[in-house]
């Protein structure tokens, strides 16, 4: 069965390498299945979501190496089933605030499992604090790092901000996208300048290969690290390592990326960008 052309939704440049050769592919084999199938994109949300279960279950005994194994196996199942879902919904054009509701609280919701399952086991007032500071890294991470993968792939395909977004829907679904959304309001005089652009696809491109560095490093936040974190935290018999490395370095790279990310989009503001990407009407102007 010849699998369905890849929707071109990601960048492949920014991707993180698991996605690109392990998670992704995967995801797109079961695609025609599920399709002809006529598996819906929230039910398999919701296989993710029991995939993710598992996971905890198996890291709730993370004292054998063997089960800190099976909990990785099933941290992948749920990625695939994580990227599957979408492919669903972008082919059947059923994509809804519903259906992106119940994935966030999926994705969430494995996290929040395995953060319990892990705490559960260590058992120490001390453990309980440091996975909960941890979750709570984990959710304004994700979020900003969410905010600026969704802003590169806008300004990629060539579509400028015209206003700060207000955030709809659930009040956990609010209070996220606000947090994503924060950054727009720092970066609009970014969008002015790409909106008043005579050549907005040039300068799309320029501001992509610029800002591609800065999503690389950025793509350490993904769900992906934090998949291949916790089990080898487990696997070196210490779930702590796993806490204390979403609390400092991974906060450490969302500080670092959005200063970039900034810096990249004042060189467009202020026409400090390389000549070569500034078009003859637009060189020496800001």
């Not at 941890?134 to 969410?146: D, I, K, T």
């Not at 802003?151 to 209070?175: N, Q, S």
Request: hydrophobic share 50%; charged share 15%.
């Amino acid at each position: 069965m010849t699998p369905p052309p890849r929707d071109g939704s990601r960048d492949r440049r920014i991707e993180d390498p698991s996605n690109l050769y392990l998670i992704h592919p995967a995801s797109h084999a079961l695609l025609p299945y599920a399709l002809k199938a006529g598996v819906s994109a929230n039910a398999v949300s919701v296989i993710g979501l029991g995939c993710g279960t598992v996971a905890a279950l198996a890291y709730a005994d993370w004292h054998h190496p063997a089960m800190a194994l099976v909990g990785l196996v099933f941290s992948v199942a749920w990625l695939v089933a994580d990227g599957l879902d979408g492919m669903i919904a972008r082919a059947t054009r059923t994509a809804s605030a519903l259906g992106r509701t119940l994935d966030g609280l999926c994705d969430h919701g494995v996290f929040a499992l395995i953060y319990v399952a892990l705490a559960w086991t260590v058992g120490t007032t001390e453990g309980w604090v440091l996975a909960i500071a941890a979750a709570a890294c984990h959710a304004v991470q994700s979020s900003l790092y969410e905010g600026e993968r969704a802003r590169f792939h806008r300004r990629a395909r060539g579509v400028a901000l015209t206003a700060v977004p207000t955030p709809t829907g659930m009040i956990l679904v609010r209070l996220y996208d606000s947090v994503a959304g924060s950054v727009d309001r720092i970066s609009m005089p970014f969008e002015r300048r790409f909106g008043a652009a005579e050549d907005r696809d040039g300068f799309a491109a320029a501001y992509a290969a610029a800002a591609v560095p800065v999503m690389r490093l950025q793509s350490l936040l993904t769900a992906n690290v934090r998949v291949w974190a916790i089990c080898i935290a487990c696997l070196a018999g210490n779930p702590r390592i796993f806490w204390w490395f979403e609390i400092v370095p991974l906060t450490a790279i969302v500080a670092v990326g959005l200063y970039a990310h900034r810096r990249v989009e004042r060189r467009f503001v202020h026409g400090l960008a390389p000549h070569s990407i500034l078009y003859p009407s637009e060189q020496g102007h800001s």
